[in-house]
């Protein structure tokens, strides 16, 4: 069901409620996912969780929720931020910058991060309570030196494929619901680039937790909406 049939069906069914009259029959439609969807978790990794080389506010949260989604999921991936020592996405790579600043790489902007998600270190590991043992495939992304993957499909050069989309096409998936952190850097270009292959897309806001850095979450889901992403809560799916 469309986010704007979802809410005139609410707010049909405040107004019978409002009429005394049971709504039960009005009741909005679970998203029930089919067999050809996939659950794309993305970075839930201890980096990006309170403790961690980039802590996203209240980023653990998403675990239990992810949890308890997975079983209405015949396919899961995973990813990782997945970055070398001396990764060109961290400030202490560029002399003088600052982590949040900007800098222009090869490929364009580029926002600078504190070193987070080193290959092989306890803080690039996935979060401890994660519990996804139906899971596929793991992916991990950004393990180029100097080029940054914010997204699970294509590379910040806009060129280099990291093969989720032809992973996914040959296993005949066809709609993606995407969860995990953060929800404007690497869900939001994940859901993004996920329309442009050619799939639907859900995202399941709850299921995801934000930076927030100068609006770019408001942005995030500006961009979202434009490409017809579906924004969603887990409530919204039937498990
Ligand atoms: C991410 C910033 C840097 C993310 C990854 O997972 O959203 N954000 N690297
Ligand atoms: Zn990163």
């Known amino acids: 069901?469309?986010?704007?049939?979802?809410?005139?069906?609410?707010?049909?069914?405040?107004?019978?409620?409002?009429?005394?009259?049971?709504?039960?029959?009005?009741?909005?439609?679970?998203?029930?996912?089919?067999?050809?969807s996939a659950l794309i978790v993305v970075d839930v990794q201890n980096c990006f969780v309170e403790g961690g080389t980039l802590p996203v506010a209240k980023g653990s949260e998403v675990v239990p929720v992810i949890n308890s989604l997975a079983s209405a999921f015949e396919n899961i991936v995973v990813t990782q931020d997945w970055h070398t020592a001396g990764h060109a996405s961290f400030a202490s790579?560029?002399?003088?910058?600052?982590?949040?600043?900007?800098?222009?790489?090869?490929?364009?902007?580029?926002?600078?991060?504190?070193?987070?998600?080193?290959?092989?270190?306890?803080?690039?590991?996935?979060?401890?309570?994660?519990k996804l043992p139906t899971a596929q495939v793991i992916l991990r992304k950004g393990f180029h030196k100097s080029v940054d993957s914010y997204s699970a499909f294509?590379?910040?050069?806009?060129?280099?494929?990291?093969?989720?989309?032809?992973?996914?096409?040959?296993?005949?998936?066809?709609?993606?619901?995407?969860?995990?952190?953060?929800?404007?850097?690497?869900?939001?270009?994940?859901?993004?680039?996920?329309?442009?292959?050619?799939f639907?897309?859900?995202?399941?806001?709850?299921?995801?937790?934000?930076?927030?850095?100068?609006?770019?979450?408001?942005a995030a889901w500006k961009k979202m909406a434009k490409a017809g992403v579906k924004r969603i809560q887990s409530a919204d799916i039937s498990v």
């Open 1 to 36: 069901m469309q986010a704007f049939d979802r809410r005139t069906m609410l707010k049909a069914t405040a107004a019978l409620g409002a009429l005394g009259l049971s709504s039960q029959a009005f009741a909005a439609k679970k998203i029930k996912p089919a067999g050809n």
């Open 93 to 130: 790579s560029h002399g003088g910058k600052k982590p949040f600043e900007t800098t222009k790489l090869a490929y364009g902007n580029q926002v600078l991060w504190p070193d987070h998600c080193v290959q092989g270190t306890e803080d690039a590991a996935l979060h401890k309570d994660l």
């Open 154 to 198: 294509e590379e910040a050069d806009r060129k280099t494929s990291t093969g989720l989309a032809g992973y996914l096409k040959q296993r005949g998936i066809k709609t993606v619901f995407v969860t995990g952190l953060a929800t404007d850097f690497c869900v939001a270009w994940t859901a993004l680039d996920a329309r442009r292959f050619g």
């Open 200 to 218: 639907e897309v859900y995202v399941i806001e709850d299921a995801t937790r934000a930076i927030d850095l100068n609006g770019s979450l408001t």
